[in-house]
T-cell receptor
Protein backbone atom coordinates (compact mmCIF):
# COMPACT_ATOMS: atom_id res chain seq x y z
CA UNK A 1 0.00 0.00 0.00
CA UNK A 2 1.97 2.96 -1.31
CA UNK A 3 0.53 5.97 0.50
CA UNK A 4 2.89 8.38 -1.22
CA UNK A 5 3.28 7.97 -4.96
CA UNK A 6 5.64 9.49 -7.43
CA UNK A 7 4.36 8.14 -10.71
CA UNK A 8 7.16 9.49 -12.88
CA UNK A 9 10.37 7.55 -12.29
CA UNK A 10 12.34 9.99 -14.41
CA UNK A 11 12.16 13.45 -15.96
CA UNK A 12 14.43 15.28 -18.41
CA UNK A 13 14.41 19.06 -18.68
CA UNK A 14 16.52 21.57 -20.57
CA UNK A 15 18.69 23.89 -18.54
CA UNK A 16 16.90 27.15 -17.79
CA UNK A 17 13.44 25.66 -18.14
CA UNK A 18 11.03 24.72 -15.37
CA UNK A 19 11.13 21.29 -13.75
CA UNK A 20 7.88 20.05 -12.23
CA UNK A 21 7.98 16.99 -10.04
CA UNK A 22 4.69 15.52 -8.88
CA UNK A 23 3.59 13.53 -5.88
CA UNK A 24 0.23 12.09 -4.88
CA UNK A 25 -0.81 10.81 -1.48
CA UNK A 26 -3.75 8.86 -0.14
CA UNK A 27 -3.64 9.35 3.64
CA UNK A 28 -5.69 12.38 4.69
CA UNK A 29 -3.93 12.35 8.09
CA UNK A 30 -0.68 13.60 6.58
CA UNK A 31 -0.09 17.11 7.90
CA UNK A 32 3.41 17.90 6.73
CA UNK A 33 5.13 17.33 3.42
CA UNK A 34 8.78 17.37 2.50
CA UNK A 35 11.03 17.07 -0.52
CA UNK A 36 14.47 15.54 -0.34
CA UNK A 37 17.19 15.51 -2.97
CA UNK A 38 19.64 12.68 -3.36
CA UNK A 39 22.84 12.53 -5.37
CA UNK A 40 24.43 9.15 -6.20
CA UNK A 41 26.45 7.62 -3.36
CA UNK A 42 25.20 10.26 -0.93
CA UNK A 43 22.45 10.40 1.63
CA UNK A 44 19.27 12.39 0.98
CA UNK A 45 19.36 16.08 1.86
CA UNK A 46 16.35 18.10 2.94
CA UNK A 47 15.18 20.55 0.29
CA UNK A 48 11.89 22.17 1.20
CA UNK A 49 8.74 21.47 3.19
CA UNK A 50 5.16 22.63 3.53
CA UNK A 51 2.57 22.39 6.24
CA UNK A 52 -0.93 21.23 5.41
CA UNK A 53 -2.28 24.64 6.44
CA UNK A 54 -0.51 26.25 3.52
CA UNK A 55 -0.81 25.78 -0.23
CA UNK A 56 2.55 27.19 -1.29
CA UNK A 57 6.05 27.54 0.07
CA UNK A 58 8.93 29.12 -1.79
CA UNK A 59 12.67 29.00 -1.23
CA UNK A 60 14.77 30.55 -3.94
CA UNK A 61 14.39 28.56 -7.14
CA UNK A 62 12.28 25.91 -5.39
CA UNK A 63 8.55 26.16 -4.80
CA UNK A 64 6.30 23.48 -3.39
CA UNK A 65 2.57 23.54 -4.05
CA UNK A 66 0.00 21.61 -2.06
CA UNK A 67 -3.51 20.82 -3.26
CA UNK A 68 -5.19 19.11 -0.34
CA UNK A 69 -8.48 18.45 -2.08
CA UNK A 70 -6.65 16.57 -4.81
CA UNK A 71 -4.11 15.09 -2.38
CA UNK A 72 -1.40 16.31 -4.71
CA UNK A 73 1.97 17.88 -4.12
CA UNK A 74 4.36 19.34 -6.66
CA UNK A 75 7.87 20.75 -6.64
CA UNK A 76 8.78 23.45 -9.15
CA UNK A 77 12.38 24.29 -9.92
CA UNK A 78 12.89 27.50 -11.87
CA UNK A 79 15.23 27.87 -13.62
CA UNK A 80 16.58 24.34 -13.72
CA UNK A 81 20.33 23.93 -13.53
CA UNK A 82 22.55 20.93 -14.35
CA UNK A 83 23.44 20.69 -10.65
CA UNK A 84 19.79 19.95 -9.93
CA UNK A 85 20.18 16.56 -11.60
CA UNK A 86 19.42 14.11 -8.79
CA UNK A 87 16.72 11.83 -7.44
CA UNK A 88 13.95 13.72 -5.67
CA UNK A 89 11.91 12.06 -2.95
CA UNK A 90 8.55 13.31 -1.84
CA UNK A 91 7.68 12.52 1.78
CA UNK A 92 4.67 13.03 4.02
CA UNK A 93 4.35 12.85 7.76
CA UNK A 94 1.58 12.26 10.26
CA UNK A 95 1.75 12.21 14.02
CA UNK A 96 1.32 8.75 15.49
CA UNK A 97 -0.08 7.84 18.89
CA UNK A 98 3.34 8.22 20.50
CA UNK A 99 3.71 11.79 19.30
CA UNK A 100 6.32 10.82 16.76
CA UNK A 101 5.95 12.19 13.24
CA UNK A 102 5.93 9.07 11.10
CA UNK A 103 7.31 9.87 7.66
CA UNK A 104 6.39 7.98 4.51
CA UNK A 105 8.57 8.38 1.43
CA UNK A 106 7.68 8.14 -2.21
CA UNK A 107 9.70 6.04 -4.63
CA UNK A 108 11.60 8.97 -6.09
CA UNK A 109 11.86 10.77 -9.44
CA UNK A 110 15.19 11.00 -11.20
CA UNK A 111 15.61 14.47 -12.68
CA UNK A 112 18.10 15.09 -15.44
CA UNK A 113 18.78 18.68 -16.44
CA UNK A 114 20.34 18.82 -19.86
CA UNK A 115 22.83 21.64 -20.49
CA UNK B 1 26.83 15.60 5.55
CA UNK B 2 29.83 15.55 7.84
CA UNK B 3 27.49 15.46 10.86
CA UNK B 4 26.31 11.86 10.36
CA UNK B 5 28.82 9.11 9.66
CA UNK B 6 27.96 5.54 8.76
CA UNK B 7 30.34 2.63 9.05
CA UNK B 8 30.99 0.62 6.91
CA UNK B 9 30.16 2.03 3.46
CA UNK B 10 30.04 -1.38 1.78
CA UNK B 11 29.73 -4.93 3.02
CA UNK B 12 29.10 -8.36 1.57
CA UNK B 13 27.71 -10.99 3.93
CA UNK B 14 26.93 -14.64 3.55
CA UNK B 15 23.45 -15.82 4.48
CA UNK B 16 23.29 -16.45 8.20
CA UNK B 17 26.18 -14.17 9.14
CA UNK B 18 25.71 -11.31 11.55
CA UNK B 19 26.93 -7.75 11.45
CA UNK B 20 26.44 -4.34 13.02
CA UNK B 21 26.11 -1.05 11.20
CA UNK B 22 27.26 1.98 13.13
CA UNK B 23 25.79 5.45 12.87
CA UNK B 24 27.47 8.33 14.65
CA UNK B 25 26.33 11.96 14.80
CA UNK B 26 28.12 14.90 16.37
CA UNK B 27 25.24 17.38 16.41
CA UNK B 28 23.75 16.39 19.76
CA UNK B 29 20.51 15.33 18.07
CA UNK B 30 17.95 13.49 20.13
CA UNK B 31 16.28 11.60 17.30
CA UNK B 32 17.94 9.00 15.15
CA UNK B 33 16.59 6.71 12.47
CA UNK B 34 17.55 3.75 10.34
CA UNK B 35 16.07 3.49 6.84
CA UNK B 36 16.53 1.05 4.00
CA UNK B 37 16.21 1.97 0.36
CA UNK B 38 15.21 -0.61 -2.21
CA UNK B 39 14.50 -0.14 -5.92
CA UNK B 40 10.92 1.00 -6.49
CA UNK B 41 10.22 1.19 -2.75
CA UNK B 42 11.46 4.55 -1.55
CA UNK B 43 12.96 4.79 1.93
CA UNK B 44 11.37 2.64 4.60
CA UNK B 45 11.87 3.12 8.32
CA UNK B 46 13.37 0.14 10.14
CA UNK B 47 13.80 1.43 13.70
CA UNK B 48 14.12 4.79 15.34
CA UNK B 49 15.18 6.28 18.65
CA UNK B 50 13.82 9.32 20.46
CA UNK B 51 16.72 9.54 22.87
CA UNK B 52 19.57 7.74 24.57
CA UNK B 53 18.48 4.35 25.83
CA UNK B 54 15.22 4.29 23.86
CA UNK B 55 14.33 2.57 20.59
CA UNK B 56 11.13 1.84 18.70
CA UNK B 57 10.03 -0.17 15.69
CA UNK B 58 9.40 1.38 12.34
CA UNK B 59 7.68 -0.03 9.26
CA UNK B 60 10.02 -2.96 8.53
CA UNK B 61 11.72 -4.00 11.80
CA UNK B 62 11.78 -7.77 11.34
CA UNK B 63 15.27 -9.26 11.20
CA UNK B 64 16.91 -6.18 12.73
CA UNK B 65 17.79 -5.03 16.22
CA UNK B 66 19.03 -1.64 17.36
CA UNK B 67 20.67 -0.06 20.36
CA UNK B 68 21.23 3.53 21.48
CA UNK B 69 23.56 3.24 24.44
CA UNK B 70 25.10 6.65 23.77
CA UNK B 71 23.27 9.67 22.44
CA UNK B 72 25.62 10.08 19.52
CA UNK B 73 25.52 6.46 18.33
CA UNK B 74 22.74 4.35 16.86
CA UNK B 75 23.61 0.76 16.00
CA UNK B 76 21.71 -1.48 13.61
CA UNK B 77 22.28 -5.20 13.95
CA UNK B 78 21.50 -8.11 11.68
CA UNK B 79 21.64 -11.31 13.71
CA UNK B 80 21.25 -13.74 10.81
CA UNK B 81 21.49 -12.03 7.45
CA UNK B 82 19.12 -13.03 4.64
CA UNK B 83 19.26 -12.16 0.92
CA UNK B 84 16.08 -10.08 1.43
CA UNK B 85 18.18 -7.72 3.55
CA UNK B 86 20.31 -6.76 0.56
CA UNK B 87 19.73 -3.03 0.43
CA UNK B 88 21.19 0.40 0.95
CA UNK B 89 20.87 1.49 4.56
CA UNK B 90 20.67 5.12 5.64
CA UNK B 91 20.94 6.56 9.08
CA UNK B 92 19.48 9.98 9.87
CA UNK B 93 19.28 12.29 12.83
CA UNK B 94 17.13 15.28 13.74
CA UNK B 95 16.89 17.71 16.60
CA UNK B 96 13.09 17.56 16.66
CA UNK B 97 10.74 14.60 16.08
CA UNK B 98 10.16 15.48 12.47
CA UNK B 99 12.29 14.77 9.45
CA UNK B 100 12.46 18.44 8.52
CA UNK B 101 16.06 19.33 7.92
CA UNK B 102 17.16 15.85 8.84
CA UNK B 103 20.78 14.96 8.31
CA UNK B 104 21.43 11.68 6.57
CA UNK B 105 24.56 9.61 6.45
CA UNK B 106 26.08 8.62 3.13
CA UNK B 107 24.62 5.14 3.22
CA UNK B 108 25.82 1.56 3.61
CA UNK B 109 25.44 -0.78 0.67
CA UNK B 110 24.89 -4.30 2.01
CA UNK B 111 24.78 -7.39 -0.15
CA UNK B 112 23.78 -10.73 1.33
CA UNK B 113 24.71 -13.73 -0.81
Amino acid sequence: DQQVKQNSPSLSVQEGRISILNCDYTNSMFDYFLWYKKYPAEGPTFLISISSIKDKNEDGRFTVFLNKSAKHLSLHIVPSQPGDSAVYFCAASARNSGGYQKVTFGTGTKLQVIP
Amino acid sequence: NAGVTQTPKFRVLKTGQSMTLLCAQDMNHEYMYWYRQDPGMGLRLIHYSVGEGTTAKGEVPDGYNVSRLKKQNFLLGLESAAPSQTSVYFCASTIIPRLTEAFFGQGTRLTVV
